[in-house]
Every structure is written in C-alpha cells, then in structure tokens.
C-alpha cells in the first residue's frame, strides 16, 4: 500500500484497513469490533512509518503540561497501556518540543536504542523496560531530565504506584498524556499537569493514581470493556 498509495493518504487507508479487518473478524469470529480497530490501527501506523514519514490530522485539547517550568526539575510523562498511546509523540515533535527518554519493552526499540513515533521520521532515544529501568529513570529526573513511561506492564493491566514514587523521590513533576480517536479520524491530544504535579504526599500520588485509573476505566469502557 505504501508503494503505490501517496503518502498523504496513508492515515485515510490505514483507518479504512483497520474499519475492514475488525469488521470481518467480528463477523466470523463474534470479536470486540471496536477495540480490534482500534489495536489493528496502532499497528497499521507503526508499519507505515517503516516507510516515510506522514501526515496524521491531530489537535491540541489541553496542553498546559508542555508549559515550561524550572529547568533544573525533571519531567515525568505517563499514562498506560491504551490505544494511540505513542501519538503525543507525534504532537510534541510537530510542536515542536524536545521529546523525552522513552522507556519501551525491547522489542519496540531499534538496534540503535530508538523508538518509532508514528508518522514521524524522527525517532525518539529510548530505553528497555527492564528490571533495573526504574534505578536508571530516578537517576534522569534528578539529574533534570525528561522520561515518558506507561504506568501499567500490560494493556488492561493494573496501575502500579512505582513511577510516581519515583518522581516523588526525584522532585519531578509528573504530566499525564493521551490521545483519543474522533468519529471523524481526529486524534484529540492531550498533555495534562498531573492532579497533584509533585506527589509531595501519600495522598497525593493517591489522587493522581486514581486519575489514571478513572481516565483508564473510561476510556476502556468507549472500547466496549468494562470491569
């Protein structure tokens, strides 16, 4: 498809291919026609970006969290294992920002320790999500650097705490970012200040963990899960 469709037609493609595959699979197989879309998307537009770079129609909803604060504290970016989960990293670059230090299972990452931001040339550093990657992100936001991470080890997996105890233990201020799918192909994105930015308490990094347990519930539920 890559080789013979223009390049600025490669989104519109990619959704009517994700359209087909989940509504034959729903057909045959009785499948979650909604949430197969949605994951067969994410992965059309990895694939396509193997081969060039290519316009994704996005717009900003809510983007205080990239407003620029002491350039001395580290920045945590985070959210969880959704669809569209890397699609802030296309915002960002087109915004223009520094994209921070991914931390990806290895399998994502390149053999020159890159991760692939859909529709963008431009790949960002990044790092295996290893037992010891939790050691290597305190050491980057005390040092005043930037992480994105995803809170949950699987997709409808439980939040976990430790990053945000992480930021914590580092002074870091933590920014929530996600996209969302419109009706229409538009990808709405999002980059939040946390609740609670510096989890300075318990009940702070309490505050900001149900935040993206909520945002999870809800998002899940549009994708036909619940529970």
């Given at each position: 498809?890559?080789?013979?469709?223009p390049s600025?037609?490669?989104?519109?493609?990619a959704i009517?291919?994700?359209?087909l595959?989940?509504?034959?699979?729903?057909?045959l197989?009785g499948n979650n026609r909604?949430?197969t879309e949605?994951i067969?998307?994410?992965n059309?537009?990895?694939?396509?970006?193997?081969?060039?770079a290519y316009?994704?129609p996005?717009?900003?909803m809510?983007?205080?969290?990239l407003?620029?604060g002491?350039?001395t504290?580290?920045?945590l970016?985070?959210?969880t294992?959704?669809?569209l989960f890397s699609?802030?990293?296309?915002a960002?670059?087109?915004m223009?920002?520094e994209t921070?230090?991914?931390?990806?299972?290895?399998?994502?990452?390149?053999?020159y320790g890159?991760?692939?931001?859909p529709?963008?040339?431009k790949?960002?550093?990044?790092?295996p999500?290893?037992?010891?990657?939790?050691?290597?992100?305190?050491?980057?936001?005390?040092?005043?650097g930037a992480?994105?991470?995803l809170?949950d080890?699987?997709?409808?997996?439980?939040?976990s705490?430790?990053?945000?105890r992480?930021?914590?233990?580092?002074?870091?201020?933590?920014?929530?970012q996600?996209?969302?799918?419109?009706?229409n192909?538009m990808?709405?994105?999002?980059?939040?200040?946390?609740p609670r930015p510096?989890n300075?308490?318990?009940e702070?990094?309490?505050v900001n963990?149900?935040?993206?347990?909520?945002e999870?519930?809800r998002?899940?539920?549009?994708l036909g899960?619940?529970?």
């Amino acid at each position: 498809m890559a080789r013979f469709v223009p390049s600025r037609y490669w989104y519109q493609v990619a959704i009517s291919a994700s359209k087909l595959h989940a509504g034959l699979t729903a057909a045959l197989m009785g499948n979650n026609r909604v949430l197969t879309e949605a994951i067969v998307l994410d992965n059309w537009l990895q694939e396509l970006t193997f081969s060039g770079a290519y316009p994704i129609p996005w717009r900003a909803m809510k983007v205080d969290g990239l407003e620029k604060g002491d350039p001395t504290q580290g920045v945590l970016y985070c959210w969880t294992h959704l669809p569209l989960f890397s699609m802030p990293l296309h915002a960002s670059i087109e915004m223009g920002y520094e994209t921070p230090l991914i931390v990806a299972d290895p399998g994502n990452i390149n053999e020159y320790g890159e991760f692939v931001v859909p529709g963008q040339t431009k790949r960002a550093q990044a790092i295996p999500a290893t037992l010891h990657v939790l050691m290597k992100i305190r050491t980057i936001l005390q040092e005043g650097g930037a992480v994105a991470c995803l809170a949950d080890a699987e997709f409808g997996g439980p939040v976990s705490e430790n990053v945000l105890r992480l930021a914590k233990q580092a002074g870091a201020r933590v920014v929530f970012q996600w996209a969302e799918r419109q009706p229409n192909g538009m990808i709405d994105i999002y980059f939040i200040r946390a609740p609670r930015p510096l989890n300075e308490s318990e009940e702070d990094i309490e505050v900001n963990l149900e935040f993206l347990r909520a945002e999870k519930r809800r998002i899940l539920k549009s994708l036909g899960l619940e529970g």
